[in-house]
């Protein structure tokens, strides 16, 4: 993917209140859930690399993003995706 020209008045969607954070995990992290959850990386649920989220957070195909949701009712929910082309 080629990489846009920085004008400076570039948009972070992950600095938007209503978009949850994004991380990518580290290899530690990544074996720990899979190993929790029972899974394998290729059954968990699938985001674009093209994403706006995933490109803020500069991740690559086969890394493994962490979403971390805030609600007032459920506290902190954590959600895994699998980046792909």
Not at 38 to 62: C, F, H, M, T, Y
């Amino acid at each position: 993917m080629k990489e846009k020209e920085h004008t400076g008045r570039e948009f972070n969607p992950l600095e938007h209140k209503m978009v949850p954070n994004h991380e990518i995990l580290n290899e530690e992290d990544l074996n720990k859930i899979l190993s929790e959850y029972k899974v394998e990386k290729e059954q968990l649920p699938k985001i674009r690399i093209s994403d706006p989220s995933a490109v803020s957070v500069k991740a690559k195909v086969g890394d493994v993003v962490r979403v971390t949701r805030e609600s007032p009712t459920a506290g902190k929910s954590y959600f895994y995706r699998l980046v792909i082309a």
